[in-house]
C-alpha cells in the first residue's frame, strides 16, 4: 500500500503548472518527428521536440504570438497565433523542404559545392568573432537504452541493471538532465559552467554526464574532439585533403536567405573523418545545421558502432550571427552480446553576447555545483525543463525513484549480498569477494592460482592476497586493510606483508599508507620486468631477467593535494637488506648451450651473494606540478583537469642514511617533465624526460643506483613507450652518477599511411620514436624506432609492432618490439 501511494504521489506531483504552448510535431504522415526547434519569432530562446515529438514552450504573457518551428529536412514553419489562456494546444505538421538543383549548377564543369566550402573556411573567423564571447543557458538529456541484455557476461551475473529491465531484458539503463548557466570566450579561450540542477533517474547524488564542454562539439574548429580522438571537420582548413563535396541542392527559407546542403564523404574510410551533411548559408557563408555521422573505426573504439550529430542555428539580431540552439547525439554501441542504443539531447537558450567578463570571470575552475542541485524536487524540475519529457522517461523516473527506495533498505541489500556472496566453481580461478552492502564492506581474496609465477630464486611461487574495504561515508572517505602471504616451492620461504590506506576525501584527497613485512623486491623498484614475461622467458627460453634481493621493511607515506595542480607525495622506509641466490634451475624446456644467469644484476657468473647485507633508512620528498591546471568542483569532490596546453613537472629528493656506513649513503635530487600534445590531422606527439644527480658519487648499494626501464625480450612490457627502452638491458647502463633519459614519440595516426593507395585500407598508423640516456660514467645511447600501430581486424584493433635500431659506443644493435594493448 505504501508503494501504490507513493507512486500516485510522484505522478501527482510531476504535473507542470507554468504558461505554456504545448503540442506535437508531426509530417504529412503524421509520424512524429524529433530534435524539432521551436522558438519565438525574433529570438534564439525555445525549446526542442522530445523523441515522441511533443514540446512545451514557455511564455511569460498572452496576447499574439509567432511560433517558429525549424527542422533540418524539413521547412520551416512560422504558427502566428493568438494566445487567450494557458496552456494553449498547437499540434503542427511539417513539409519536407524542397531541395533543388540549379540547371546551371548541374551542367557546370566546376564544382560549386568547392566555392562554398572554400568560403565558409574563409570566413570562420568573421563568424566565429560575432560570438567571440557570451552567457547562456544550456539543458542536456541523456538517454540509454538496452536491448535483450544477456543474464551474464563471462560468468558474472548483470542484475536488471538498476532496475531498468523488462521481462524481454530491454528498457532504459540510463537517463539524466542538467540545467546550467555556461559562459564562453573565444580569445583567450575560456569556458565555465555553473549547474543549477543534476538530476539521475534512480540515483541520490544526480550528478550526470552530459555537461555542457562534453557536449561542446564545434565544426569551426579544425578538429572536433569525439571520444577522446581528434575528428577533422568538414570546414577545417586542412579540409579538401579528406573530404570530398557535392552541392546536393538549395533552398530558401521563409524570409529569402539562400541555403546550401552539401554532401560530405571521406576520400578515405579509415581516416579520422565524418560523413553526412552540413547546410552553409549564402553569402555570410555561416552555418545553418549539421547532420553528420561518425563510426567506431573512425574515432578507434571497438565498443562504438556509429554516432549521428545533428545541429541546428538560429539567426541573432543581436550580434547579426548564427548561433547553435540545439544538438542531438544519437549513438549505438555494443559489446559481449550487450547492444545499446542512446541520444543526448541539447538546448541552448538566452544568449547575451554582450557580457560583462573581467580577469576574474574565469578561473582555473571549470565547472561548479549550486548549492543543493542534485537535490531538486519534481516540481522545480518542471519549471526548468524546456524539453517536455516521453510518457517512457516519465516512467523510468517514477519507478526508479520508487526501486531506489526499496534497493536501499537492509533487507534489501542483504538479500542481494547473498545471492552474490555464494561460492562457485569459478571462484578458486577468479577469486572471492564477501560483500556488506548496507554496511558498506567487503572483503577480498584473490586467487592463488592467478597470483603464481615463477623465478630462479623462489622457483614457482604463489601469493595469498586478503583485504578488507569500509567505505565511512559517500565524500571519498575510506579505509583499507591488506595482506598478501607469498611462498616459494624451491626456497622453501613464506614472506608476509601487510599494508593499511586511509583517505579522507575526494577535495584534496589525503591519502595515509602504512605498510611492512617481508618481500621480495626488484633492483629496479620501477619493477620493469613484469613477473608473467619473466616466467614464460624462464621456462620456455631459460632466460631468468628478474634479479631479486630480500627485504624487512616498515614504511609510511603520505600525500595531499596542497595547490591546484600541485600535489605533494612523502615517504619514510626502513629496510634489511638481504641478498638471495638461485635456488633452482628449472625450465620446461632445456635448451643446448644455454643456463640460467646468477642473481647478481652486475655479474650473470657470480654464484655468491651479489651484496653485503644491510640496513638503511629511506626518505622521499616530491612534488608534482601541473601547469594551467583546470578543474571540475562537485559537490563532494574535486577532480583535476590536465591543461594539455602545458607539460606536468615532478622534482623529487630522496636521502639514504642511517646504515651505519657512511659509504651507503646517497642524496638524490630528481625531476621529470612530459608532456601529450594533440597535433590535430598530423597526429599525437609525447615526449617523457627524467633527469637527477647524486650529489655526491659514494659506492653505495646497487638498488639504490638510478635504473633505467629495459626491455630484453620482443614484446613492449607496457602501453607507454615514452616509459621504457626498448633493447636496452635491464641493468646494463645503472648509475650512480648524474643522468638524463629522454623519450619521444609521434603517432600520425593516419596521416601518412591513409594517403597510400591499398595500404590505406589496413587503417594502420605510423609511429616514430627517438630515445636517448646520457649518464656521467658511461657514453651515451640512443634509440630510433619505426612502427605500425593500430593493427587488428576491423574495431578490434590491439597490436603494434616496431623496427628499433639502437647505438651504444660505436656498437648497433638491431630488433623487433610488438606491443599488445590487452596486456596493460
Known amino acids: ?17 507554468s504558461a505554456q504552448i504545448k503540442g506535437t510535431v508531426s509530417d504529412k504522415n503524421n509520424k512524429p518527428i524529433s530534435f524539432v526547434s521551436i522558438y519565438l519569432d525574433g529570438t534564439v530562446t525555445g525549446t526542442s521536440s522530445n523523441n515522441n515529438g511533443e514540446y512545451e514552450l514557455s511564455l511569460s504573457k498572452t496576447g499574439k504570438h509567432t511560433v517558429v518551428f525549424q527542422m533540418l529536412g524539413f521547412k520551416t514553419l512560422r504558427k502566428e497565433i493568438s494566445v487567450n489562456e494557458f496552456p494553449y494546444k498547437l499540434n503542427v505538421q511539417l513539409s519536407e523542404e524542397q531541395v533543388t538543383l540549379d540547371e546551371a549548377v548541374v551542367n557546370s564543369k566546376d564544382n560549386p559545392a568547392i566555392r562554398i566550402i572554400r568560403n565558409a573556411i574563409n570566413n570562420k573567423d568573421r563568424n566565429t568573432n560575432k560570438t567571440a564571447e557570451y552567457n547562456a543557458n544550456f539543458y542536456s538529456r541523456g538517454l540509454i537504452k538496452i ?7 563471462l560468468g558474472q551475473k548483470i542484475g536488471d541493471l538498476g532496475g531498468g529491465l523488462d521481462s524481454t531484458r530491454s528498457g532504459i539503463i540510463y537517463l539524466s538532465e542538467t540545467v546550467s548557466k555556461i559562459s564562453y570566450q573565444k580569445k583567450p579561450k575560456n569556458f565555465k559552467e555553473h549547474i543549477i540542477a543534476s538530476k539521475v533517474s534512480g540515483q541520490d547524488n544526480g550528478i550526470s554526464f552530459n555537461q555542457a564542454e562534453e557536449v561542446n562539439f564545434n565544426f569551426y574548429n579544425n578538429t572536433i574532439n569525439i571520444v577522446e580522438t581528434d575528428i577533422v571537420s568538414p570546414i577545417a582548413n586542412y579540409a579538401f585533403s579528406y573530404y570530398n563535396y557535392k552541392l546536393a541542392g538549395t533552398f530558401y527559407t521563409k524570409s529569402g536567405i539562400l541555403i546550401n546542403k552539401i554532401k ?6 579509415n581516416d579520422r573523418v565524418v560523413e553526412g551533411f552540413i547546410y552553409i548559408i549564402e553569402d555570410t557563408w555561416a552555418l545553418y545545421g549539421t547532420d553528420i555521422t561518425v563510426t567506431g573505426e573512425q574515432v578507434n573504439s571497438p565498443m562504438i558502432k556509429n554516432l549521428h550529430f545533428k545541429q541546428n542555428y538560429n539567426y541573432s539580431k543581436d550580434n547579426d550571427a548564427w548561433v547553435i540552439i540545439s544538438q542531438t547525439i544519437d549513438f549505438k554501441a555494443g559489446m559481449l552480446g550487450i547492444n545499446v542504443n542512446g541520444r543526448f539531447t541539447a538546448a541552448y537558450s538566452d544568449y547575451n553576447f554582450t557580457p560583462s567578463f573581467t580577469k576574474k570571470s574565469f578561473g582555473n575552475e571549470i565547472l561548479s555545483f549550486e548549492k543543493n542541485a542534485t537535490k531538486k524536487d519534481s516540481a522545480y524540475w518542471n519549471t526548468l ?39 562457485s566453481w569459478a571462484t578458486p580461478l577468479v577469486g572471492y569477494t564477501y560483500r556488506d552492502s548496507y554496511e558498506k564492506w567487503s572483503f577480498n581474496i584473490d586467487s592463488p592460482i592467478l597470483n603464481t609465477n615463477f623465478n630462479t630464486v623462489q622457483g614457482f611461487n604463489t601469493s595469498l592476497n586478503m583485504s578488507y574495504f569500509k567505505r565511512l561515508n559517500d565524500k571519498g572517505k575510506w579505509y583499507r586493510i591488506g595482506t598478501d602471504f607469498n611462498y616459494g616451492f624451491s626456497d622453501k620461504r613464506l614472506r608476509p606483508t601487510a599494508s593499511f590506506t586511509y583517505k579522507w576525501n575526494n577535495i584534496n584527497k589525503p591519502i595515509l599508507r602504512i605498510s611492512g613485512g617481508v618481500t621480495t623486491s626488484q633492483f629496479n623498484n620501477r619493477n620493469p620486468i613484469p613477473k608473467l614475461f619473466n616466467s614464460i622467458s624462464s621456462l620456455f627460453y631459460e632466460r631468468n631477467y628478474i634479479k631479486l634481493y630480500e627485504k624487512k621493511f616498515a614504511k609510511v607515506s603520505f600525500d595531499n593535494d596542497i595547490l591546484n595542480g600541485v600535489r605533494l607525495y612523502s615517504s619514510l622506509e626502513f629496510a634489511d637488506r638481504k641478498p638471495l641466490t638461485n635456488t633452482t634451475d628449472y625450465s620446461f624446456v632445456n635448451r643446448d648451450n644455454v643456463e640460467y644467469t646468477s642473481n647478481d644484476p652486475r655479474n650473470p657468473l657470480n654464484t655468491n651473494p651479489s651484496f653485503t647485507p644491510h640496513h638503511i633508512w629511506t626518505a622521499t620528498i616530491g612534488a608534482s606540478i601541473s601547469f594551467g591546471n583546470k578543474f571540475l568542483s562537485y559537490p563532494d569532490a574535486k577532480w583535476n583537469v590536465r591543461n594539455k596546453n602545458y607539460p606536468s613537472l615532478f622534482v623529487g629528493y630522496k636521502k639514504t642514511f642511517g646504515s651505519g656506513n657512511s659509504q651507503l ?22 615526449y617523457n624526460i627524467r633527469s637527477g644527480i647524486f650529489l ?34 635491464y641493468y646494463d647502463l645503472s648509475t650512480n652518477d648524474k643522468f638524463s633519459e629522454m623519450h619521444a614519440e609521434h603517432n600520425f595516426k593516419g596521416f601518412i599511411l591513409n594517403k597510400i593507395p591499398l595500404l590505406n585500407k589496413l587503417n594502420f598508423h605510423l609511429v616514430a620514436g627517438a630515445k636517448g640516456l646520457f649518464t656521467g660514467d658511461t657514453k651515451p645511447y640512443s634509440e630510433l624506432s619505426l612502427g605500425l600501430d593500430n593493427i587488428g581486424w576491423g574495431k578490434w584493433r590491439f597490436l603494434r609492432v616496431d623496427y628499433v635500431r639502437s647505438s651504444f659506443n660505436g656498437n648497433h644493435k638491431n630488433g623487433v618490439v610488438f606491443g599488445i594493448k590487452l596486456l596493460d
Not at 560530405?264 to 574510410?269: E, F
Open 1 to 17: 500500500m505504501k508503494k501504490i501511494t507513493l507512486l500516485l504521489f510522484l505522478c501527482c506531483y510531476s504535473f507542470k503548472f
Open 147 to 153: 536491448k535483450n541484455a544477456p543474464k551474464q557476461i
Open 264 to 269: 560530405v564523404t571521406p576520400k578515405r574510410k
Open 385 to 423: 525543463r524546456p524539453i517536455p519529457l516521453t510518457k517512457e522517461e516519465h516512467k523510468d523516473y517514477i519507478v526508479k525513484d520508487a526501486i531506489k527506495l526499496v534497493r536501499k533498505s537492509e533487507k534489501y541489500l542483504d538479500s542481494v549480498d547473498q545471492t552474490r556472496n555464494k561460492l
Open 665 to 686: 649513503h646517497s642524496d638524490l635530487v630528481f625531476t621529470r617533465i612530459n608532456q601529450d600534445i594533440s597535433l590535430g590531422n598530423i597526429g599525437d606527439f609525447k
Open 696 to 729: 655526491e658519487k659514494n659506492n653505495i648499494p646497487f638498488m639504490d643506483y638510478q635504473h633505467f626501464n629495459g626491455n630484453q625480450t620482443s614484446v613492449a612490457p607496457s602501453n607507454d613507450y615514452t616509459n621504457h627502452f626498448n633493447l636496452l638491458g
